[in-house]
């Protein structure tokens, strides 16, 4: 493994000198915020640059320097940045005098529910306001349906930070196999399993052994913490057959996945319906909505009238109605244009997966991004990351393999061309991130060329 340490140095001293309000800002950041950020994954070294403005693919640096972005709120901006189709329908909102929270049902609710059931086939749906409570609600109903209590996940998925799946979500030397936090039951280490992603041979095992007790299998059709590998088609089938015959729930988090690759969850394409599919993300057009949406005999567990209900309760600002209006907004856009959509989004995915391959190649390095399997998602993707495989035969099929630093050069993706690429001002997340309906031609050409620079500094470090 390339020890990286005289180059990083030098990039970092290169980006403060680029971004020194960003510099001060942080320090006065983190007098008052832990570690200067409300959100670990908005945190790098030497610091993150801070913004005063975003606008469709690009954000302004304090200094003032336009940034084209791929990180987009966390990949929920399909849109790009402060879309005009959302901030007119928020301005219409608050002009008519209403929007801000009441605590009172009203219609924006029903609209948005039943749009997002009809989308995606769900018999029910809860609103809430984050990925996090989403995935921690549907796993307490998956519990109480089942009468079990094992959660069974994937090394490297991420649920946000619910803490009934808070176990192998980082790397830690012996794997994915630690619980992460501090602070939550000590029970949870027994509590979740955690299981290769793409392996079927894997999963059959574990379900052999434990099925009984499983009360559900959740992950990410594309985890995005672990390369936005497409589940392949025989793991989503064998997830959704091992679940059923084992009287355990399929959860699929969808939290990324949903409307990110046709104006429904990404199953649809894989021809598979989970029992709860949690939402969040783009189906609030840039506002803190989240959902859990299935089957009714499920969700019913959740109703005030239900025996023993589950307490999917928390919420003062749970269907927020602006957060209802934007999210209309959101969804019936991209309803009404999924033909137009979906294709030219992931046309540029593809294309910009290629030709960062490509520049790598040309200066005799090798990359291999992730984010797309033709088989199991042949209508391609507009999600990434960049990996710098150690041979040309690494395989890249889980998280496993591309965080594992004996097979793929992490510390070149994850800090030096991150800083690389924002010298040239391209801000990408694991090497690359989420293409935007805004990110334009000009705008990818402008992106490779910066991975160029980038690949040619990489060539003259040797
Ligand atoms: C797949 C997945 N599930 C759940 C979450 C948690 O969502 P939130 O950050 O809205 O709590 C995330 C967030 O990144 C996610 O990517």
């Known amino acids: 493994m390339k020890n990286h340490e005289a180059f990083l140095t030098r990039l970092y001293q290169e980006y403060e000198a680029k971004y020194p309000r960003s510099r001060v800002a942080h320090q006065e950041a983190r007098r008052v915020l832990i570690d200067g950020v409300s959100h670990g994954a908005r945190l790098f070294e030497p610091f993150p640059f801070r913004i005063t403005a975003a ?35 928020l301005q219409a909102e608050l002009a008519r005098g209403f929007g801000l929270q009441t605590g009172l049902p ?12 009809q989308a995606t086939g769900a018999e029910k749906v809860r609103l809430t306001t984050s990925g996090t409570l989403a995935t921690m609600y549907a796993i307490m109903l998956a519990r109480a349906f089942t009468g079990r209590d094992v959660v069974l996940k994937v090394g490297g998925g991420w649920h946000g930070a619910n803490p009934l799946a808070l176990k192998g979500v980082a790397r830690t030397q012996a794997g994915f196999t630690a619980v992460d936090s501090t602070g939550i039951s000590k029970s949870a280490d027994q509590e979740i399993l955690v299981t290769r992603f793409n392996d079927v041979e894997a999963l059959e095992e574990v379900f052999r052994r434990r099925g009984e007790e499983i009360a559900c299998f959740i992950f990410e059709p594309c985890p995005g913490g672990g390369g936005f590998i497409p589940a392949t088609k025989a793991f989503m089938r064998a997830a959704r057959d091992l679940t059923q015959r084992y009287g355990a729930l399929l959860i699929l988090d969808e939290v990324i996945t949903g409307f990110r690759y046709c104006a429904s969850g990404v199953q649809k394409l894989y021809g598979v319906q989970a029992d709860l599919t949690t939402f969040g993300k783009i189906i609030g057009g840039g506002m803190p909505v989240s959902a859990v949406a299935g089957r009714a005999d499920v969700m019913e567990r959740a109703s005030e009238s239900a025996p023993r209900r589950v307490w999917f309760n928390g919420g003062t600002f749970a269907a927020h109605p602006l957060s209802m209006r934007a999210g209309l907004a959101m969804l019936e856009y991209l309803i009404a244009n999924e033909g137009a959509i979906y294709p030219a989004l992931a046309a540029k995915g593809d294309g910009l997966r290629r030709g960062i391959e490509r520049v790598f190649a040309d200066r005799g390095i090798l990359a291999r991004c992730t984010g797309a399997d033709a088989e199991a998602l042949p209508a391609g993707s507009s999600l990434g990351w960049v990996n710098f495989p150690l041979r040309e035969d690494t395989p890249l099929t889980a998280p496993e393999d591309i965080t594992d630093p004996s097979l793929c050069d992490v510390t070149l993706r994850e800090k ?31 992106t490779l060329e910066a991975y160029d620079a980038f690949a040619k500094r990489l060539r003259a470090e040797g």
């Open 416 to 446: 030096a061309l991150k800083i690389g690429l924002l010298l040239e001002g391209v801000n990408v997340v694991h090497g690359l991130g989420a293409i935007s309906t805004e990110h334009t031609e000009g705008t990818l050409a402008r």
């Open 55 to 89: 606008c469709g693919p690009w954000v302004r640096e304090l200094g003032g320097a336009e940034i084209i972005d791929y990180w987009q709120g966390h990949y929920a901006n399909i849109l790009g940045h402060n879309p005009p189709l959302i901030v007119e329908a």
């Open 106 to 117: 009203d219609e924006g609710q029903t609209a948005l529910a039943a749009l997002l059931a």
